[in-house]
């Protein structure tokens, strides 16, 4: 199993996201401080993804990191 780890602020495009579809295709920042745990479901938490889009959930492999 490959871990996917990503840090605070970190620029990510979501290619998939079981919680919010409509953020599939967007770029957002990643805000997690430390590594998911069992709170999230091991979800990373995505913020600025849209104007009407409140932060997202999404695994690690539903995010590409962009920059």
Known sequence: MVVI???SGDKVAIV???DDPRAI???GRIIDEVP???LTNGRWT???V???IGPVL???H????TG
């Open 5 to 7: 780890v990503f840090r």
């Open 16 to 18: 998939a996201c079981q």
């Open 25 to 27: 295709g967007r770029i």
């Open 36 to 38: 998911p745990g069992p």
């Open 46 to 48: 995505v913020k600025g």
């Open 50 to 52: 849209g104007l009407l």
């Open 58 to 60: 999404c695994h690690g």
């Open 62 to 65: 539903e995010l590409r990191r």
